[in-house]
C-alpha cells in the first residue's frame, strides 16, 4: 500500500489497528493524544466487539473534526461563522450505537461504488455480476456493507499545516458481489486554512467498478438549525444527468438552462426545489448528478453554498466529473442527531463528488472500471470561508 501515496506524507503514529483486528475489549476511555492537533478515545464497540475509534482533529485555526474509523464517519465538523463562532455543520449521532442501527449513510465513505447501479448488476468483458439490489431493483452505495459499515485501519499523519488520519482498507475478492481485491486509501486533512481534503486512492487485482465519495450532510447555519433551503447553492454547471422513477440516469445529458437546475448563479435551494417539474417529481427533489466535465483531470469549483444567516461559505473543488446534489428529501423527522436534534425533512444537503451514477451500464458515460496496475487516484476539498472575509 506504500507505493499508493504519490505524495509525501509523515506518518507520526500508528493507531489502534491492533485493537481493531484483534476485537480484544481494552478500555481507550481515555482521550490520549496522537500527534500534534490529534486526540484519539475509544466511540463504541461494535455487535461484534471490535472497538470503534474517535480521533479529534484540531486546525491551528480553531476549527476541529471528529471522525470515527467505523465508516470512516465524520461525526462532527465545526466552521467559524461570520463573527468567528465554531459551530458543527454536519448531521449524525452522538453514539456509534445509532450509527449501527441505521444512518441515511451520515459522514461515511461510500464505496465501492457511490450512488446507483441499475437492476444491481453490470458486466465487465462479457462476464456479468450481480450486486445486493438494496435500494429497490437497484443497488446503492457500495450494497448492504458497503465502506460506511467497514472498521477501517486508521493512522495519523501530518502534511504542510495540517493534521489528518489515513484510513485504509482491503476489500476482498467478490465481496458485495464485486470482482477483484480492492485496496483502498482514504485520506482527511483538515488544514489551517479551513479546508478539509479528501484524497481517495485505490489498486486491483482484477477490472472492477470503483467510485468512492463522501456521504457529509451538511447545514451551514449550525446544529440547531432546522432546514436548508434559505442557503444559496452554485453550481457552475451547464448539464446534468435526468434520471427515471428508480433514481437511475436515463443516460442522456441534458441542459440546466431554463430548468430548476440551473444554479449557474447563487440560487436558494429551496427557491425552485418544489416546482411542478418531471426530474424534481423524479426525486421527490434535488437528488441529480450535475455534470463538471471540463475535459480535465484538474481540479476545479464544483459547488459552492452561503448560508446568509451566518455568513458561512463552503466550496467544494474536485477533478471528479460529476457533484451529486441531494437535498435531505429522505429525512423526515424520524432521526433524533446529535444533542438531541431531530432531524426534519431537508435539514441537511449532500455534496457527493463522484463519477456518474450507474456508468457501469453507461458506456457513453466516463468510465469507473479500475484495471489492474492502474492506480484510482481522486481528490475532493470542502473550503471553509465566510462573508466577513
Ligand atoms: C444518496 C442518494 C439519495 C439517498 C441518500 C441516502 O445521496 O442520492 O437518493 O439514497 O444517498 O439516503
Redesign the pocket.
Known sequence: MKGMFPRKISVLVFLLAGLAISGCRQSMDQSKTMSPGITVSEFGVLPDGRIASLFTVQSASGMEMRVTNYGGIIVSLTAPNRDGKQEDVVLGFDSLDQYVDGS??FGAIIGRYG?RIGKAQFSIDGESYSLAAN?GENH??GGIAGFDKVLWDATSFSEGTGHGIVFTYVSPDGEEGYPGTLSVNVTYLLTADNRVVFSYEATTDKATPVNLTQ?SYFNLAGPSSDSILSQELTIPAGHFTPIDVG?IPTGKIESVEGTPFDFRTPTSIGARIDQDNEQLLNGLGY?HNFVLNDGSANLKLAARVYDPESGRIMEVTTNEPGI?F?AGN?LDGTLTGKGGHIYPYRSGF?L?TQHFPDSPNKPSFPSTILMPGKLYATQTIYTFSTDAE
Do not use: V
Open positions: 441515511p449513510y450512488n435500494n446503492l452505495h456521504h433514481f437528488d451529486q441531494y429522505f449532500c457527493e
